[in-house]
């Protein structure tokens, strides 16, 4: 059954039920107020009977005075004072013989109540004469050796009829409102359950396709849709699943980016190495410069390639941070090595590389990665580096290390500091032909900073050119000894 039939009858059924509870104990209440009225009513006309033959001190019958006052009772002419419409009253002897009526009763007799004695003398109970119910209160009435046994009868027509008046307007109001409530509750639940389906509707019409279209605007996912822009529980819900889809929209971009970029850089070298190669097939015979030439770039090449698969590989395995074996390491030794790694390369174009340390900074990591993500922040301030020098630099603060490389090189354009992390971006295209590269190395270097806990920025360097800076969560490990 769906949740929307479940609210509906549920509700339906809860409301039903209480309404009904209501009504019976409304008409139960209502029965019992008449009923006492009808009591009261009869028990006056009762004790006004009694009082009256009380009060009568003469004798009836001169033939049996022990008779008292209740052979006043005895009489039927006595009795026409209660006959109406409302009292109907008999008076039997004390063992149940009819003796006198009022003419009301005609020619039907009150039968005698067996419940009624000396011991127990007043009862109350409905007696049905001809097609007619009455309330009757019996009284057992005690004179010397001589008893009498008055029934007053009161019809319960008009209480009935009111009575059951009162309980076909109850049945109209109630059937009523149970509709009312049958019909609200589907409504009710319907509203509440509407937007529900059309999310789930939404979210079956999403493809990879809308997802990407999704990325990178805040209306993505359920578009030209008014859930997200609902206040309530719906609303949220869309809400967050809208962001979750442009969180995995833009994933995917970047996903499809990366094998279109990678697709890209690796066709180049490859396809130099294949014209070379044919070349050779060729020419190699003929021509000694032709095969030396076609040999060295394809080298050249072939070496490009490998090296921007490893980055890749480094890039992926970064990706995958918490597969990372981590052990304490020393930043400053890391760092100090790398430096002496690139000395040959800087002294080749006269460049001053220089190492310092303030401290000595333990971090958490793998010692290639690290010395990888140093590697090619120096080998990148060496290559973009006409003349001048370049410094690596660690250090600490409370919390982090850090390791800076900085130069005295062209530096990084203000909006291009963003851009360069990214993988295959190369800044100023002119300048990036005339130098080797991949456009992979600042992504690793960002990819391994954060596997790490740590980020990487850029800023200018004192000399005008760039500098790098990586900051990495510090360890503090007061007894190890790692120099
Ligand atoms: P690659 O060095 O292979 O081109 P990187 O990702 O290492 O790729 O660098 C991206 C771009 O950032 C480079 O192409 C270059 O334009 C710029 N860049 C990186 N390091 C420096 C630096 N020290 N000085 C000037 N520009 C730099």
Redesign the pocket.
């Known amino acids: 059954m769906s949740l929307k039939w479940r609210i509906a009858l549920g509700y339906s059924a809860l409301l039903i039920v209480a309404m009904t509870v209501m009504s019976g104990i409304i008409v139960w209440r209502f029965q019992q107020i008449l009923y006492n009225q009808a009591q009261t009513s009869v028990n006056a006309t009762m004790k006004a009977i009694v009082q009256f033959a009380q009060q009568s001190t003469t004798p009836f019958s001169l033939e049996d005075s022990s008779l008292g006052t209740l052979q006043f009772l005895f009489n039927s002419a006595n009795l026409t004072t209660w006959n109406s419409a409302n009292s109907y009253v008999q008076v039997d002897s004390g063992d149940g013989y009819p003796l006198a009526k009022t003419a009301n009763l005609g020619g039907l007799t009150i039968p005698p109540n067996p419940k009624v004695s000396p011991v127990h003398d007043v009862a109350f109970r409905e007696v049905t004469l001809g097609a007619r119910s009455f309330l009757v209160e019996d009284r057992y009435l005690q004179e010397g050796v001589n008893a009498a046994v008055i029934h007053v009868a009161e019809p319960l027509d008009t209480l009935q009829r009111t009575f059951s008046r009162a309980r076909e307007a109850i049945v109209i109001v109630l059937v009523g409102a149970v509709g009312a409530v049958v019909i609200f509750s589907i409504v009710f639940a319907s509203q509440a359950t509407t937007p529900i389906n059309e999310l789930s509707r939404e979210m079956r019409e999403i493809s990879s396709d809308r997802l990407a279209l999704a990325a990178g605007s805040f209306d993505g996912g359920l578009r030209g849709n008014a859930l997200p822009r609902r206040r309530d529980e719906i609303g949220r819900l869309a809400k967050s699943f809208n962001d979750l889809l442009n969180r995995l929209g833009e994933a995917f971009a970047r996903e499809r980016q990366f094998i279109s970029d990678a697709s890209h850089e690796l066709k180049t070298p490859l396809t130099s190495i294949n014209a070379n190669a044919q070349m050779l097939l060729r020419w190699a015979d003929q021509d000694r410069t032709i095969r030396r030439e076609s040999l060295e770039t394809i080298v050249r090449e072939s070496a490009d390639l490998a090296g921007m698969v490893n980055g890749m590989l480094t890039l992926a395995k970064a990706d995958r941070g918490d597969e990372i074996p981590k052990e304490p390491l020393s930043l400053a030794q890391i760092a100090s090595e790398v430096t002496q790694n690139g000395a040959s390369r800087a002294a080749e174009k006269q460049i001053d590389l220089r190492f310092e340390h303030e401290g000595t900074p333990i971090v958490y990591g793998d010692a290639n990665l690290l010395r990888q993500m140093i590697g090619?922040?120096v080998?990148?301030?060496v290559?973009?580096?006409e003349r001048g020098r370049v410094d690596v630099r660690v250090g600490e603060n409370r919390n982090a290390a850090w390791v800076e490389?900085a130069?005295s090189?062209?530096?990084?354009a203000e909006e291009?500091r963003d851009r360069?992390?990214?993988?295959?971006?190369?800044?100023?295209k002119a300048?990036?032909r005339s130098?080797?590269?991949?456009?992979?190395?600042?992504?690793?270097?960002r990819s391994i900073a954060r596997v790490h806990g740590g980020e990487a920025s850029?800023g200018r360097s004192a000399g005008g050119?760039?500098a790098?800076r990586v900051l990495l969560p510090r360890v503090k490990l007061p007894f190890t000894d790692l120099s």
């Open positions: 090619n922040l080998d990148n301030a290559k973009f580096t490389v130069d090189g062209p530096g990084i291009e360069i992390f990214e993988r295959f971006y190369r800044a100023d300048r990036s130098v080797p590269g991949t456009g992979l190395g600042l992504a690793i270097v850029v050119g760039a790098f």
